[in-house]
């Protein structure tokens, strides 16, 4: 379902959060798409795992862990 409405949206221009993102691979997909930025959010912090994939994949999104789900809000206006 979610390959299926990438096929068919446009994400360029768009800014984009993955909650939950384990594997990173939304993140790739949204990317590749044409996001013009993508963050990936998970509540414990994956982050050998996600560099890793951003450097196979030769990809570039922001990753924000180790916080509860409910602070997210104000780390990403932090981080933008």
Same mark, same amino acid.
């Given at each position: 379902?979610?390959?299926?409405?990438?096929? #068919?949206?446009?994400? +360029?221009? $768009?800014?984009?959060?993955?909650?939950?993102?384990?594997?990173? *691979?939304?993140? &790739?997909?949204?990317?590749? #798409?044409?996001?013009? +930025?993508? $963050?990936?959010?998970?509540?414990?912090?994956?982050?050998?795992? *996600?560099?890793? &994939?951003?450097?196979?994949?030769?990809?570039?999104?922001?990753?924000?862990?180790?916080?509860?789900?409910?602070?997210?809000?104000?780390?990403?206006?932090?981080?933008?």
């Amino acid at each position: 379902m979610v390959r299926d409405f990438l096929d #068919r949206a446009s994400l +360029s221009g $768009t800014r984009c959060l993955d909650i939950g993102t384990q594997e990173a *691979i939304s993140p &790739v997909v949204l990317c590749r #798409r044409g996001a013009e +930025s993508v $963050t990936a959010y998970d509540r414990l912090s994956l982050a050998d795992r *996600i560099e890793a &994939v951003k450097h196979a994949y030769k990809v570039k999104f922001d990753y924000i862990n180790g916080i509860p789900l409910w602070k997210l809000a104000g780390a990403l206006r932090e981080a933008h």
